[in-house]
């Protein structure tokens, strides 16, 4: 079974600076998407960034990249230029590129979270 | 455009009363569908899926059940709650097409 894991419960940076949030996982597979989640105290989950496995490139979306290391099975999220508004909890998460049917292979499995607080 | 909605946002329900909660998508069809808890401070743990009206998939034994009784309707629902069932319940689909998962708004569930 695939697992995510997270090993930073709290980070703390300050306005304006840089930002690294780790994320490992464990698979068998080779072919799956990663996937960076940020959570807000209205508790809305919303996709920050996302990587597909085949991909060699570290995907990026404005001030979010990611640094994918396949072999090393690692993943973890760099915000730079960091503002109040990206306080809050931030979850890394796996998924299958297999097909799900009559399996949980396609489900989404999160890592437990890291919280980030950003101060003025 | 492609939304999904979720309700209600808040609910309080006394131990042992009936609970329904309903998640519908627009803008696409056949959805993979999913309903997710998350406990306080904790990570989120998935409960059940449905690739298709009338199939669900369920992860985690408990006093919950889901329901799809259309293709883009997904229920979830308790005849008799317990207090271990309060917690933020999520929504969520997933297209291919769409390269991630979708979540709504979530409803906070309190059981008094």
């Known amino acids: 079974a695939q697992t995510v894991t997270q090993s930073q419960p709290e980070m703390s940076v300050q306005e304006a600076e840089t930002v690294t949030l780790s994320c490992t996982y464990d698979?068998?597979?080779?072919?799956?998407?990663l996937f960076w989640y940020k959570q807000p105290p209205s508790r809305q989950m919303i996709l920050v960034i996302r990587?597909?496995?085949?991909?060699?490139q570290n995907a990026t979306e404005n001030r979010f990249s990611v640094n994918f290391q396949k072999a090393a099975k690692s993943f973890s999220l760099k915000i730079s230029d960091s503002q109040l508004g990206d306080a809050a909890m931030y979850f890394c998460?796996?998924?299958?590129?297999?097909?799900?049917?009559?399996?949980?292979?396609?489900?989404?499995?999160f890592g437990k979270g890291t919280k980030l607080s950003v101060k003025p | 455009s492609q939304t999904i909605h979720q309700w209600p946002a808040t609910l309080v329900q006394p131990v042992g009363s009936p609970l329904s909660l309903e998640c519908t998508v627009e803008?696409?069809?056949?959805?993979?569908l999913y309903w997710y808890r998350q406990a306080a401070g904790r990570g989120l743990q998935l409960l059940f899926y449905?690739?298709?009206?009338?199939?669900i998939s369920s992860e985690v034994p408990q006093n919950l059940s889901a329901s799809r009784p259309q293709d883009r309707q997904f229920i979830l629902s308790s005849k008799k709650l317990l207090l271990s069932d309060s917690g933020f319940y999520l929504c969520?689909?997933?297209?291919?097409?769409?390269?991630?998962?979708?979540f709504g708004s979530g409803t906070r569930l309190t059981v008094v």
């Open positions: 698979t068998s597979e080779s072919d799956y998407y």
């Open positions: 998460a796996y998924r299958s590129a297999y097909l799900d049917y009559g399996g949980s292979q396609g489900n989404l499995i």
């Open positions: 990587q597909e496995a085949y991909k060699q």
């Open positions: 969520a689909w997933w297209t291919l097409a769409n390269y991630g998962y979708t």
């Open positions: 449905s690739v298709g009206i009338g199939q």
């Open positions: 803008g696409t069809s056949n959805p993979n």
